[in-house]
């Protein structure tokens, strides 16, 4: 029976959503419809232009022509005959003398606007004097034609030019949102009041239109603050209730308990607003009967209440879609927040897309590098070898003649012999030349130190061209990477531009539900072992929360260990505390650095560098400068400066060494180079990779054995182009690593197998901590040499070990797992 209940129960909420997404598809549709005919016929301007054209303030006053007609001019001037005319009739439908002021105002409005043209400016700062003048002259024109001029007339026509100076400020403001408004750009307040200005002075010119009792300004104006309240919250609804009330009252004074009746209304229907519309509704139809009451307006309760009803017939027909459009453009709501994520997006996209250009235009830079012209033929080159040095004496030669026109095959054979010996071994002394040729050839001795002349050229032009093209292939590798490195920034931009709200909010959910206060949860990134996520909660006053409760809870609904990368406590400023919280590796580092320079001096020349690779990795790296003193410092420094921005950036190992190489080698012309000895440790897997470049071997540390990592390459800065040896290990925990300059190696100068020594030192090790190691290393080959520092030593120790988290996972029932989106690349 259970389960049958359950089965009706989804049957019903399924046809129910069924039912509310057609409702939803079919009014969005009817919307599109009614938008598209609206903008065809110009039915907006026809209508705004109607009821202004025939709204009245205090019964006598029509400040609303002029200043609509001058700001339509300059803002929409296409839609300006449709709104004249519109002007003109709904002055028409009042009455004649509204009617003859009306065309007064529009003829002496169109001249004054082609006047002001002859002075052209980009802002509106003189059209509300422009209106002022047009409103004076033109009504003070239709007392004279109508023989009404006195005292009483000329105040009226001054406050009304007044009213209109105002008017046109409130009417650039709201009649830029309706025909010029910006998609993803918030309203100001001000510009929220202008808007509802616009649309309260539209409903006084539907005063006076009664079917039943039943006034159409107010059930216009409670389907407006029905409207708002629904979008804006109590705020919202509360200031459309005050200053639509205010322009009804104005318009009809009669009317002035509106104020009351819609400020307290809109206020609790925003109020009521997370009810959704029949919690907004229930607001409106609250505050209408509790005034109607106690305002002492019992006989018109029932008319009250009839309009209240007609807003919300209005209401609850008015399509999703518009709303929606007129949401996004108030702050605070939830459309407007998707609209801007949407406009966010939008410019990631765009910013992705333009760095993948790049990356594509250098990949194909790459390409271009490293395409080389194909190798030529023997033949073609041993041709061109013997024409240059016939060039030289064959050419100026009385016999030739008869070598190269009579006996050419015989003359071309001997030359090439003698050619490809030159080629394979180098000279020409010892290699027994053509009889015939030497008894035929007049400048034997000049053609043979031609031949070795012309070869030597050759050998100098090859190593050249072989140079640069070695320089273009390092170029193409660094434009490859270069064009790697963009192209995982474009990705990394794209993933962050997900939508990761709903779990902002499942993580708030769980934290509140263990009793915290959370301002603010931001999620950059959800990717397994790259969770990165900032929270901000209020302080907890040193109980270090962060690390006891937040990152345990996080570590049970995400599945994957979380740990405080970072955290700010600000108690004595806002009293909020912010916490980074990222992924916890599988394994970390323990390091510890022992040196000394010189003769006991200040500064080494050798250097060190620990660094953060920000992916998972942890580099470390020793360089040895050329000598002593601050030059080899500052080269060896500036070796790993350079080394650490490349590997930061992006690029691997290898071509960050091949890089750093080539700007030492071209940077200076005097004799300058570095050792660089680079271990980059993977904390996801404790796989190392070993980088030695004139380096001296490292060491492994591995319970009581010792294993030795070794390479062969010459120092950067030397060659123009290196081979660079890259050495994998897999290091388990408990290994220790000990990595040292040749300062600390080559110290025995009377020992021929240094490396022996160097293990049977290591092994001798009674201690594990990575600073004791460094620390008892140094101290042992200073004393070796009786206490003398003959070189610069350095020695860097580093310990794997497993991560453990200070703090188990929080276990919660019911505590629902985080999803994780899918990432598409």
């Given at each position: 029976m259970l389960n049958k209940h359950h089965v009706i129960s989804d049957n019903t909420q399924m046809w129910s959503e069924r039912i509310a997404s057609q409702w939803a598809r079919t009014t969005g549709a009817w919307g599109e419809r009614a938008a598209e005919l609206a903008k065809k016929y110009r039915l907006l301007p026809l209508a705004m232009g109607f009821l202004l054209g025939r709204a009245l303030?205090?019964?006598?006053?029509?400040?609303?022509?002029?200043?609509?007609?001058?700001?339509m001019y300059f803002l929409k001037r296409d839609h300006l005959p449709a709104g004249a005319v519109a002007l003109i009739a709904g002055a028409a439908t009042h009455s004649i003398p509204l009617l003859l002021k009306a065309v007064l105002s529009v003829v002496l409005s169109l001249l004054a606007c082609r006047m002001a043209e002859r002075f052209p400016r980009k802002d509106f700062s003189i059209t509300p004097f422009i209106v002022l003048a047009t409103v004076f002259v033109s009504h003070l024109l239709f007392y004279v034609l109508t023989n009404q001029v006195s005292t009483y007339s000329l105040v009226m026509v001054m406050i009304e030019a007044i009213l209109s100076f105002v008017l046109t400020l409130i009417f650039i403001q709201s009649l830029s949102i309706v025909h010029l408004a910006k998609p993803f750009e918030p309203l100001k307040n001000e510009e929220i009041v202008c808007l509802v200005i616009l649309l309260a002075s539209l409903m006084t010119g539907t005063v006076g239109w009664v079917v039943q009792g039943i006034s159409m300004e107010h059930v216009l104006s409670r389907y407006l603050l029905l409207l708002f309240a629904f979008i804006g919250g109590g705020t919202v609804g509360a200031a459309v209730g005050v200053v639509t009330g205010l322009i009804l009252s104005l318009a009809d004074v009669g009317a002035l308990q509106q104020i009351n009746l819609l400020a307290f209304s809109g206020l609790l229907a925003g109020l009521l607003k997370e009810g959704g519309k029949a919690g907004v509704s229930a607001g409106l139809v609250i505050g209408t009967a509790i005034l109607a009451i106690y305002g002492g307006a019992e006989a018109t309760l029932y008319l009250s209440l009839l309009e209240s009803?007609?807003?919300?017939?209005?209401?609850?027909?008015?399509?999703?879609?518009?709303?929606?459009?007129?949401?996004?453009?108030?702050?605070?709501?939830?459309?407007h927040q998707q609209s801007h994520q949407e406009y966010m997006r939008r410019v990631r996209d765009m910013t992705a897309g333009k760095i993948l250009q790049f990356s594509e235009l250098f990949t194909q830079l790459s390409r271009s590098f490293a395409q080389t012209s194909a190798p030529q033929w023997q033949d073609e080159q041993v041709d061109l070898f013997l024409s240059r040095v016939t060039e030289s004496t064959c050419q100026k030669c009385w016999k030739k003649e008869q070598c190269w026109e009579r006996e050419t095959q015989t003359t071309y054979e001997a030359m090439r012999s003698m050619a490809e010996a030159m080629f394979e071994q180098g000279t020409l002394h010892g290699v027994p030349m053509s009889k015939e040729w030497e008894r035929k050839c007049v400048k034997t001795d000049k053609v043979l130190e031609m031949i070795e002349n012309e070869y030597r050229r050759h050998q100098t032009y090859s190593q050249l061209k072989k140079q640069v093209q070695e320089s273009r292939k390092l170029v193409a590798d660094q434009l490859s990477g270069v064009s790697r490195v963009m192209m995982d920034f474009a990705m990394q931009i794209q993933r962050e531009g997900m939508e990761l709200s709903f779990q902002e909010k499942q993580v708030s959910r769980a934290l509140e539900g263990l009793g915290l206060s959370v301002r603010r949860v931001d999620i950059h990134n959800l990717e397994e072992g790259k969770v990165d996520i900032e929270i901000s909660q209020p302080t907890c006053y040193g109980r270090d929360e962060c690390a006891k409760i937040v990152a345990p809870m996080l570590t049970e609904i995400l599945g994957e260990t979380i740990v405080v990368k970072e955290r700010q406590c600000e108690a004595y400023r806002d009293g909020y505390c912010k916490m980074c919280l990222t992924?916890?590796?599988?394994?970390?580092?323990?390091?510890?650095?022992?040196g000394a320079a010189k003769g006991g001096k200040l500064l080494s020349g050798d250097s060190f560098k620990t660094m953060d690779l920000g992916n998972g990795k942890v580099a470390l790296a020793i360089s040895d400068g050329m000598g002593n003193g601050e030059r080899a410092y500052l080269e060896s420094q500036s070796a790993l400066d350079m080394l650490a921005q490349l590997l930061q950036s992006g690029l691997d190992e290898t071509l960050a060494i091949k890089t750093v190489n080539s700007v030492l080698a071209l940077r200076s012309t005097d004799e300058m180079f570095a050792t660089v000895d680079l271990a980059l440790i993977d904390l996801q897997t404790a796989n190392t990779r070993f980088v030695k470049i004139g380096s001296t071997p490292s060491f492994i540390k591995r319970g009581k054995d010792v294993l030795t990592i070794t390479a062969n390459n010459l120092p950067v800065g030397i060659l123009e182009d290196i081979e660079v040896d890259v050495v994998s290990r897999n290091l388990r925990p408990g290994d220790l690593l000990i990595m040292m300059s040749d300062g600390i190696y080559e110290a025995p100068r009377h020992i021929e197998n240094r490396q022996l020594w160097m293990k049977r030192l290591i092994g001798e090790l009674e201690t594990d901590d990575p600073q004791e190691v460094a620390d008892l290393l140094l101290e042992k080959v200073i004393r070796h040499h009786c206490g003398d520092i003959l070189d610069d030593m350095t020695v860097l120790a580093a310990r794997i070990d497993r991560f453990v988290p200070q703090w188990s996972a929080i276990q919660v029932q019911g505590m629902e797992k985080v999803e994780r989106p899918r990432i598409v690349s």
């Open positions: 303030i205090l019964e006598e006053l029509s400040p609303f022509i002029v200043p609509y007609f001058i700001v009803a007609l807003a919300i017939f209005l209401f609850v027909l008015t399509p999703a879609a518009v709303w929606k459009k007129v949401s996004r453009f108030i702050p605070g709501t939830a459309e992924s916890a590796k599988a394994f970390e580092v323990d390091i510890g650095v022992a």
